[in-house]
């Protein structure tokens, strides 16, 4: 008899251990939509932690000043790199799940389109990026 009290109290507790843990992946998941504004001469703006992606892109695009283009990140990365000897000329940026690899082809953008000595110019991730 003692067994099946302890054996039901076991059961209740990894239940609402996994309610809890289910919870907590849907609030941190919740919280997860990016953006990223570019634009010329150097000018971004960026949003992380959103609720909503649409929230994300309009605080992105606000703070952008200039003719901007928004891409959105979600769980990943995003980054912009400009060409240090024209600012106002070559610019690349890009989204990947990793900053490594978000800085990585940011730069290799920048270079394909003529840039000659291209910087990361700002990057952002999101919730786990």
């Known amino acids: 008899m003692a067994s099946n009290v302890v054996a039901r109290r076991c059961a209740m507790f990894f239940f609402a ?3 809890c843990v289910s919870g907590a992946r849907y609030i941190t998941e919740a919280h997860a939509a990016g953006a990223f504004a570019v634009g010329k001469c150097g000018a971004y703006g960026q949003a992380y932690d959103y609720n909503a992606e649409h929230e994300a892109r309009a605080a992105a695009q606000k703070q952008c000043k200039g003719e901007c283009t928004t ?3 979600k769980r990943a990365c995003a980054a912009m790199s ?9 610019y690349g940026y890009a989204v ?3 900053i490594s690899a ?4 940011a730069t290799r953008e920048c270079y394909k389109y003529g840039g000659k000595e291209c910087v990361i110019r700002a990057w952002a991730c999101d919730a786990k990026g």
């Open 17 to 19: 251990l996994s309610v």
């Open 71 to 73: 891409v959105t990140m």
């Open 82 to 90: 400009v060409d240090m000897t024209n600012p106002c000329g070559a």
């Open 96 to 98: 990947k799940p990793n």
């Open 102 to 105: 978000t800085l990585n082809a």
